[in-house]
């Protein structure tokens, strides 16, 4: 059984303070919502088995030791530290959460079956913010610059000579209250990327922009006539060539590329019904790892991608899967010719081309297949994976032997020598050969590094890192190195060592282990759920900004990769749906100490899309690229805050000093001879 984590984080309604906030997260994605007083907050679950984790009360309160979730009875919880229980549920359906804010505590009890609340707007929290009072501000620099120093604001672009220690400027009235100060007649010299700076943009290519229309639907793939939640919507690396420039502009540092590998050709039951198909459009469904996805384009393609990208400073980073493959559909079974279908009398010709009949739902293709079948040893195979498939090791409970989502687990593990299995051998175009002694991950290793080898990549995002062995990584980091030292000889080029960011979920911003195993990077899942203060105030990033610096400043190798949205949580812009929340978050994740992600869109608002029973599907919507006049607006702030972080390492590896003053937020980074002041003075 999937483990699911459910977390409710809730603050007190009072004032300056956030409204109350409840996450449901898995170990693969999560979602917020905003929790209200006055009424119960209902929600969709299936059943499951969860953990609840109740945090950010205020007051003076302390939940007994080993209590139990009881239906419709309230559930005592600490105050200033988290309560974390564990929640069952046995019947899918819609449960209330209640928060009762003066005892408390929370209730939970089944709803009355009725359309649950899928569209939520949460109020812009409560907090005490700086305000601006006349169109011209003095700003106090301490000695971070000595009189007569010309400065040159980023947004209005004009020069203002410090005197006693302090500017007097006049804010730009569309950047939020913020002034981006820098060095006037300073020359910006050309450097390597500091990856503990660097502007990450990651492109969920299927849904990003469409330059190819003749492979939108290769191997059988459908559109589903409905709202394609869960088909290939036609994006393609072509498409990424076409927007470099555009990408260029926000001040990206690196593209991250959703898996861009051959995926299962057919599709499964989408969402908790059945009510769409879903393909493997998003990448992580893998059929075959030394291959490109028809839909997505040819190794001809990629070889230009790498090299318009390098062209423009941009360093490619593909998506590594280690941890498992994708799932057996109907049209891999017979392309295949794995024998554990009984087709009926109204079964397509192709496979692939299954439809539900009345009474049925995406589901239903299932019970023409024989689970029970021997024949299920051709598929992968029980020295390759573990799933629930007669002579296959069966899935465990821990991160390593789990199987995430049902999908088959690699044994990653085991030490014994395996063979490719036949249909992989005899994949068309597959660069896959049978080695001697070959175990598992050194297949994996080879598979994932070969990419390098034959185009330069610059580094991975690897997926899943908790649920594969360190020593794996170790390996993987090693001969990514080798490889891409490889390239580079091959090509007579040099550059910086191979990058390495991992995806430990639900890791915050400290230095752990996992920094030890060949990373030189880790997602941070904590920024997103402080960026509703942030964007209320930018100001109330004070301590975070504060907490990373003094970390990045104390562990030499610790680098958080922080973003707002992601294709697993949420969309930033479907959280409040405000134009002015989504510019001033841009200032809280751009001028963040340590690295940063920019998921496609979040410079433009990028909307939620259709997701049936499977809000996820919401987060990857197409990208937008004919722009209203506020957007346009939006997409120029974004550039000019990502440009100014470019031009400034100092932003996100240097040391960071705040400058006390009046009724102002202001601060420096200093990293070796680059320096900058920010100064937020107010809305």
């Known amino acids: 059984m999937k483990l699911k984590t459910l977390c409710l984080a809730m603050l007190l309604a009072s004032p300056g303070l956030m409204a109350a906030n409840l996450s449901i997260s898995t170990t693969t994605n999560s979602r917020n919502f905003p929790l209200p007083e006055n009424e119960p907050l209902v929600v969709p679950l299936t059943k499951d088995t969860y953990i609840l984790k109740v945090s950010d009360i205020d007051g003076d309160c302390q939940a007994p030791d080993n209590q139990k979730v009881r239906f419709s009875k309230p559930l005592s919880l600490n105050c200033g530290s988290p309560t974390e229980l564990p929640l069952k549920i046995r019947f899918s359906g819609d449960y209330a959460f209640d928060y009762d804010a003066t005892a408390h505590t929370l209730s939970i009890k089944r709803a009355p079956k009725k359309a649950a609340k899928t569209e939520f707007k949460r109020p812009v929290p409560r907090v005490q913010c700086e305000t601006q009072n006349s169109d011209s501000v003095t700003i106090s620099l301490g000695d971070t610059y000595p009189d007569n120093t010309k400065l040159r604001d980023a947004f209005t672009g004009k020069t203002v000579v410090v005197k006693s220690g302090q500017v007097s400027v006049s804010p730009s009235k569309d950047s939020g209250g913020l002034v981006l100060l820098e060095p006037a007649d300073k020359a910006q010299k050309k450097a390597d990327l500091n990856w503990k700076n660097a502007n990450i943009y990651f492109v969920m290519v299927d849904r990003f922009n ?117 799932y057996s559909s109907l049209a891999d079974l017979q392309f295949d010719g794995i024998d554990v279908v009984t087709p009926g009398s109204d079964w397509p010709e192709k496979w692939a081309d299954w ?82 002694n070959y175990r598992v991950s050194d297949y994996l290793i080879e598979w994932q590094t070969g990419w390098v080898k034959r185009f330069g990549i610059d580094g991975y995002r690897v997926d899943t890192v908790k649920h594969v062995e360190g020593e794996v990584w170790k390996r993987l980091k090693a001969e990514a190195t080798s490889s891409l030292e490889q390239w580079r000889k091959a090509n007579n080029q040099t550059g910086q060592p191979f990058f390495m960011m991992g995806e430990v979920w639900g890791h915050s911003a400290y230095r752990s282990p996992y920094f030890d195993d060949g990373f030189d990077a880790l997602i941070n899942f ?95 919507s197409d990208m937008l690229w004919k722009l209203d006049k506020p957007r346009e607006q939006l997409l120029k702030h974004w550039q000019t805050v990502g440009q100014f972080r470019k031009a400034h390492p100092a932003i996100g590896a240097g040391k960071h000093e705040v400058i006390p003053q009046d009724n102002a937020y202001v601060f420096s980074r200093e990293l070796d001879n680059d320096k900058v002041v920010v100064a937020f003075v107010g809305k």
Not at 248 to 257: C, E, M
Not at 554 to 568: A, L
Not at 598 to 603: K, P, S
Request: with cysteine; glycine share 10%; proline share 4%.
């Open 210 to 326: 469409n330059a190819d229309h003749s492979n939108d639907n290769r191997y059988g793939r459908h559109k589903d006539g409905k709202d394609d939640v869960g088909t290939f919507h036609g994006g393609d690396l072509k498409g990424v060539i076409e927007k470099l420039d555009y990408i260029k502009s926000l001040g990206t540092d690196a593209i991250w590329l959703s898996p861009i590998v051959e995926q299962m050709h057919g599709f499964v039951g989408g969402g908790e019904s059945g009510s769409f198909p879903f393909y493997g459009y998003h990448g992580y469904w893998t059929r075959d790892f030394t291959k490109i996805d028809e839909n997505f384009g040819t190794e001809t393609d990629l070889k230009k991608l790498v090299k318009e990208a390098h062209k423009r400073g941009i360093k490619i980073l593909m998506d590594a899967v280690i941890n498992h493959s994708g």
């Open 355 to 436: 439809t539900p009949k009345a009474g049925q739902n995406w589901h239903s293709f299932h019970s023409k297949i024989n689970y029970q079948s021997k024949e299920w040893k051709n598929w992968w195979g029980g020295d390759w994976v573990r799933s629930g498939l007669p002579g296959y090791p069966q899935p465990g409970s821990s991160d390593i032997t789990m199987s995430l989502a049902g999908l088959p687990d690699f044994l990653t593990e085991s030490d014994k020598a395996v063979t490719p299995p036949k249909w992989l051998l005899n994949n068309p175009g597959t660069h896959v050969q049978a080695r001697d």
């Open 526 to 620: 904590d920024m997103q759920k402080k960026m509703d203060k942030g964007a209320a105030c930018f100001s109330q990033m004070a301590d975070t900004y504060q907490n990373y610096a003094n970390t990045i400043q104390t562990e030499k190798d610790f680098n958080p990769v922080s973003y707002m949205s992601s294709h697993d949580t949420e969309l930033f812009f479907s959280r409040f749906k405000s134009m002015d929340m989504q510019k001033a978050a841009a200032n809280a994740l751009l001028l963040s100490p340590g690295a940063v992600q920019v998921y496609y869109g979040d410079e433009v608002a990028r909307k939620i899309g259709p997701y049936a029973d499977d809000f996820h599907q919401g987060t990857r």
